[in-house]
């Protein structure tokens, strides 16, 4: 019953933003902890952010300072802001249920020069 969503990727130039959202449904995002994964073509997928229950958020360093995870309990919505974005950001983006290893079906980011 329970399920995740991406949306929000597509083609981007270098330096342009991009926000994905993962919709939940059958669980309460609120409730668990959340992550932010990414998989890049012939590379293993790579951790890129957690959201805690209580808000506090953590990012591996590639990204720092240019990605912002955010959540939206009223729309039981996850998000990601994605700026500045280079090269070797372009990969399929996942969101994940930490606590059950519920995995959505990634949306495609690809950046261009």
């Known amino acids: 019953q329970a399920h995740l969503v991406e949306s929000g990727g597509g083609l981007v130039q270098s330096g342009g933003s991009l926000r994905l959202t993962c919709a939940g449904s059958g669980f309460t995002l609120s409730d668990v902890i959340m992550t932010w994964h990414r998989q890049a073509p012939d590379k293993a997928r790579e951790w890129v952010a957690t959201f805690a229950p209580g808000g506090a958020t953590f990012y591996t360093d590639s990204v720092k300072g240019r990605f912002t995870a955010s959540r939206d309990d009223a729309t039981n919505e996850l998000y990601i802001q994605m700026d500045n974005l280079q090269n070797e950001d372009t990969a399929v983006y996942y969101c994940?249920?930490?606590?059950?290893?519920?995995w959505g079906q990634g949306t495609r980011v690809t950046v261009t020069t």
């Open positions: 994940q249920n930490f606590d059950s290893k519920l």
